[in-house]
């Protein structure tokens, strides 16, 4: 006895049994177990009529035809965001390694402070931007992007086991880094040379999806890295 007639006997025992009942499955395993089925039974293809919530009803060949056009949409949309987002890496990149050649054009700390305010708050339209400075190091000059209060407490809570905390923050933190309370979402990087910790950054959006735990970090790696060797160099630290 062949398979397929195996399964057609299989398919009508279950017919004629009141023990097991025609279920999707059975249907769906018949099918699977016989590709030539619809070969055989062509006019099934255009005769058989399914309900379409927008047309009423469609035969089997154009539901598979508005099935793959699904698809091809879903393809081209994501084909689509992809692009968005290599486009947008693309400009991030560029406008990284033209902050770096002026960083290291900078000649002291002030000039390297307004470049990173310029930067963060100007070309990627972010709404806050401070360096807070660990009370260890000597600070010998002023700067409005400079945070005065004592954050020692934000940086054991937030990075004594990480280089990077994304998410908000509490008013109390606020407060302390910008000297305000601060909507939306932060990213605050810790700054370290030579395994000595300088301090950190602390960046704000308000957008409060902005700053993400998820986002990467490679770029960001790069810059805090740059940016605490030239603060090293301007401070004498």
């Known amino acids: 006895m062949t398979k397929e007639s195996s399964t057609m006997n299989d398919l009508q025992q279950a017919i004629n049994s009141d023990e097991i009942p025609l279920t999707d499955e059975l249907v769906v395993s ?8 619809f070969n055989r039974n062509n006019s099934l293809m255009t005769g058989l009529r399914l309900n379409d919530e927008q047309r009423g009803t469609v035969s089997l060949v154009e539901r598979q035809q508005q099935q793959l056009r699904q698809k091809v949409h879903g393809l081209e949309d994501e084909i689509t965001q992809l692009m968005s987002v290599a486009n947008h890496n693309e400009q991030l990149f560029v ?15 002030e000039e390297l402070l307004d470049c ?17 400075l660990s009370p260890s190091d000597k600070v010998d000059f002023t700067h409005p992007s400079l945070s005065t209060n004592d954050c020692t407490g934000v940086m054991q809570n937030r990075l004594t086991n990480d280089d990077y905390y994304f998410g908000r923050l509490q008013e109390s933190e606020q407060n302390l880094i910008f ?40 770029l960001l790696s790069q810059f805090k890295r740059l940016v605490a060797k030239l603060l090293h160099q301007h401070l004498a630290i």
């Open 30 to 37: 018949y099918l699977q177990d016989n590709p030539e089925f």
């Open 179 to 218: 000297s305000q309370p601060c909507s939306g979402s932060v990213v605050l990087i810790k700054l370290s040379h030579d395994e000595q910790v300088i301090g950190f950054l602390a960046i704000n959006s308000e957008d409060a999806q902005h700053f993400d735990p998820r986002m990467d970090t490679l």
């Open 95 to 109: 406008l990284y390694s033209d902050l770096y050649l002026r960083l290291l054009d900078c000649k002291s700390a």
């Open 116 to 132: 990173l305010h310029q930067t963060t708050t100007e070309l990627l339209s972010l709404s806050a931007f401070k360096l807070w």
